[in-house]
């Protein structure tokens, strides 16, 4: 009985024990998980800073390529019109040198004709000049 007494104490503290120290490793085993985690979420912390930096930096860049494409656009469309303007003007400038060549060619027949007279004016005295001589 006594034995039986003994056993009983003995299991009866032992199994306590044995889960206390079951309890001991799994808390052990926890908080390495935990201090795991807690070293990924840095790391993690770490990555999406940077990320956000660059994120950022990007975003920096896109605004600035926004405005340049913004300014760009506006010397295109300043060019445009200028290009506009000047085509204009040279389809002014071709009416007025057709006009202004008709006018030559009028300017050139009438010439001529003055040319034409002048030369019969001077036979005309040449033979008057002929007659009086004579």
Avoid: W
């Avoid at 760009?72 to 071709?94: G, N």
């Amino acid at each position: 009985m006594k034995r039986i007494l003994i056993l009983t104490c003995v299991m009866a503290l032992g199994f306590p024990l044995t889960l206390t120290g079951c309890n001991m490793t799994e808390s052990a085993r926890l908080k390495a998980a935990l201090e795991k985690t807690k070293s990924e979420r840095d790391d993690l912390r770490l990555r999406i800073t940077v990320v956000t930096q660059t994120r950022d930096q990007l975003q920096e860049q896109v605004n600035e390529l926004a405005q340049s494409r913004d300014q760009l656009q506006k010397q295109v469309d300043e060019l445009t019109q200028s290009r506009h303007t000047a085509v204009a003007e040279a389809r002014k400038s071709k009416e007025e040198i057709g006009k202004l060549a008709a006018q030559l060619q009028t300017e050139v027949k009438t010439v001529r004709e003055l040319q034409d007279q002048q030369t019969q004016v001077l036979i005309a005295i040449a033979e008057l000049q002929n007659k009086l001589k004579s």
